[in-house]
Every structure is written in C-alpha cells, then in structure tokens.
C-alpha cells in the first residue's frame, strides 16, 4: 500500500506544466484547526483533524471567487476537571488573487468573510454560538496536471474565540 500511495504522489508531482487554469473549481482539504478562547480566568486550547469543501471559478489565471464548508473536527480541554468538547462549523466565500512562481508553482492570498456556529458540550450539555466575520488566507498551490493541483494554505478567522486558524493540505480539481 506505501509503495502504491508513493507511486500515485510521484506520477502526481511529475504531469505536464499548465500556465493558468481558468473555469471552476472544487475540491477538498485536510488540516489542523487551532481553538484557543480565554473567558474571565477560563482557558481552553486544543487542535483537532479537521477537513473542508471548497468550489469557486477562476475568471483569470489571477483571480478567482471561492466558497467554502469547513468542519474542525472536536477540540477538547478540561476545566475544573471536566472535559469540555468544542467544534466549530461553517461558510466561506472570499477572493482569491494568484501569483505565478513559474509554469506549475503560484502562491495566493485570499479574503472575505465566515459565518460559522461553535459547540461548545460539557457534562452532556451542548451550548452554540453563531458567528461572522472576516477571513483571511495564504497559501501555495502546485498545478500537478492540467486537471489537478495541490494546495497547502493557511486560514484565519476573526472570530469570537481568541484564536481560530487553520493549516491545510487539499487537492483542487478542475472541471
């Protein structure tokens, strides 16, 4: 199995350089969500596996409109001795600008906006709140054939919990 996911990754990073991709887009990403959120003297902090959806269209080589669906899979901490479980869902839909490094290699920075819902369950009790704002994103991504890309990015969110970002790794189909 190794030396087939191996082989599969090798014929991936080795197909024909494609200068730009214009059209829609979707594809999907697994990463790292960070959840960090002080209240009074309260302190919860975790990481947890978590994965997105993501479409959009690319008017040029330079510019595309993305929409997203992430999940960030369950954080947990304990307070007071009690275990609590945070996760957080939600909505993207930002701007993405491109910059070539060369015939298969860019970087992008994106923006827009989230609206997302975070539950928050200790002893069986399960609390949410809805959230908006302001997302920002960078990242690289590696046009592998004409069809596929590979990305890596980061994600911020303004958002009510001190701290929540993500760090990803997905694959960009074109359709």
Same mark, same amino acid.
């Given at each position: 199995m190794r030396k087939v996911s191996l082989f599969l990754v090798v014929l991936i990073l080795v197909g024909t350089p494609v200068l730009a991709v214009e059209g829609p887009y979707a594809g999907l990403?697994?990463? /790292? +969500?960070k959840v960090d959120d002080t209240d009074v003297? =309260?302190?919860f902090s975790d990481s947890?596996?978590?994965w997105k959806v993501f479409g959009g269209y690319a008017f040029t080589d330079m510019f595309a409109m993305e929409f997203s669906y992430f999940e960030s899979g369950t954080a947990s901490d304990s307070l007071f001795g009690e275990k609590i479980d945070v996760e957080? +869902?939600?909505? +993207?839909l930002v701007g993405r600008g491109s910059l070539a490094l060369g015939d298969? =290699?860019?970087?992008? =920075?994106?923006g827009g906006f989230f609206s997302n819902d975070t539950d928050a369950t200790v002893l069986g009790v399960t609390l949410s709140?809805?959230? /908006?704002g302001l997302t920002l994103g960078a990242g690289l991504r590696y046009q592998s054939t004409d069809r596929i890309a590979i990305r890596g990015e980061f994600d911020w969110f303004d958002a009510d919990i001190d701290t929540l970002w993500t760090v990803s790794v997905g694959l960009e189909f074109s359709l």
């Open positions: 990403g697994l990463g /790292s +969500t003297d =309260l302190v947890a596996m978590g957080v +869902t939600g909505y +993207t298969r =290699l860019g970087v992008f =920075l994106k709140e809805d959230d /908006s």
